[in-house]
Nanobody, 126 residues
């Protein structure tokens, strides 16, 4: 069982920055592929970023490339999402997810992830 708890959401103006953090339980955290997804009202859950267990690969959704950065600290069992130059279209609930079956690859498909956090709201005002 893996428990994920997100923090760091809030309200930010267009062009501003926020940093989300996800704290994970589990003795094998360093082997999990970790990801961030988001879901805006009335829309499907959207892939934001992922990072493999050894940190060898990272991937980003097209809408956030060049603005968002995913990182992880295996000593602290955390995965962060640094969001810069934010836009109103970034407004959504952001979820942290863990794929405990994958360590050397990532997928952009939400159904592949085994555990999810409760989500944290991010609102970007225009």
């Amino acid at each position: 069982q893996v428990r994920l708890v997100e923090s760091g959401g809030g309200l930010v103006q267009t062009g501003g920055s926020l940093r989300l953090s996800c704290a994970a339980s589990g003795r094998s955290f360093s082997t999990y592929t970790m990801a961030w997804f988001r879901q805006a009202p009335g829309k499907e859950r959207e892939f934001v970023a992922a990072m493999t267990g050894r940190g060898s690969e990272k991937g980003y959704g097209d809408s956030v490339k060049g603005r968002f950065t995913i990182s992880r600290d295996s000593a602290k069992n955390t995965v962060d999402l640094q969001m810069n130059n934010m836009e109103p279209e970034d407004t959504a609930v952001y979820y942290c997810a863990a794929d405990v079956e994958a360590s050397s690859y990532y997928t952009m498909r939400a159904v592949s992830y085994d555990y999810w956090g409760q989500g944290t709201q991010v609102t970007v005002s225009s």
